[in-house]
């Protein structure tokens, strides 16, 4: 069988391999019922879900119909610029608060790109910042330092 786009047929991979490892530890917590759910069951079903499209998209990239393209080669420095901007974030958020943490959430992982511009960068964590505000402060009420240790 050709593998017509590796792109594809990997990620589909990927994404079942995710899925069926989510849902098989779901499976260590109580199911429920579709009417009265368990904590167990979004889990489990999410994964179901993912694996299912995941599914999807790996026979896609074995049809004729899509264009061949190859996996290019591992990129260390984008991985590590973004994964180490949300290590950074979680790091962060508490001595300088969450404005200061997002922006350089933002920062750190806008420099993994390689169209990378200040413009769009600083537009991104000014929404960013504006989003999370109204989303997690004001409308779920969660409890985060907004502002560094020293100002208070």
Same mark, same amino acid.
């Given at each position: 069988?050709?593998?017509?786009?590796?792109?594809?047929?990997?990620?589909?991979?990927?994404?079942?391999?995710?899925?069926?490892?989510?849902?098989?530890?779901?499976?260590?917590?109580?199911?429920?019922?579709?009417?009265?759910?368990?904590?167990?069951?979004?889990?489990?079903?999410?994964?179901?879900?993912?694996?299912?499209? &995941?599914? +999807?998209?790996?026979?896609? #990239? =074995?049809?004729? @119909?899509?264009?061949?393209?190859? /996996?290019?080669?591992?990129?260390?420095?984008?991985?590590?610029?973004?994964?180490?901007?949300?290590?950074?974030? &979680?790091? +962060?958020?508490?001595?300088? #608060? =969450?404005?200061? @943490?997002?922006?350089?959430?933002? /920062?750190?992982?806008?420099?993994?790109?390689?169209?990378?511009?200040?413009?769009?960068?600083?537009?991104?964590?000014v929404f960013l910042i504006?989003?999370?505000?109204?989303?997690?402060?004001?409308?779920?009420?969660?409890?985060?330092?907004?502002?560094?240790?020293?100002?208070?």
């Open positions: 069988m050709l593998i017509k786009s590796q792109k594809d047929f990997w990620s589909g991979v990927m994404f079942i391999a995710i899925g069926l490892f989510f849902a098989w530890f779901a499976t260590d917590y109580q199911m429920g019922t579709a009417a009265r759910m368990g904590p167990g069951y979004f889990p489990f079903w999410l994964g179901i879900i993912i694996a299912v499209l &995941g599914a +999807l998209i790996g026979i896609g #990239g =074995l049809r004729r @119909s899509t264009p061949a393209d190859k /996996v290019g080669k591992f990129d260390f420095r984008v991985n590590i610029l973004v994964l180490g901007s949300a290590v950074l974030f &979680g790091l +962060l958020l508490r001595p300088l #608060g =969450l404005y200061a @943490s997002l922006f350089v959430l933002v /920062v750190v992982s806008s420099l993994a790109s390689h169209e990378f511009g200040w413009k769009v960068t600083l537009a991104n964590a504006l989003f999370s505000y109204f989303a997690f402060i004001r409308g779920l009420g969660l409890i985060f330092p907004l502002y560094p240790w020293f100002i208070g």
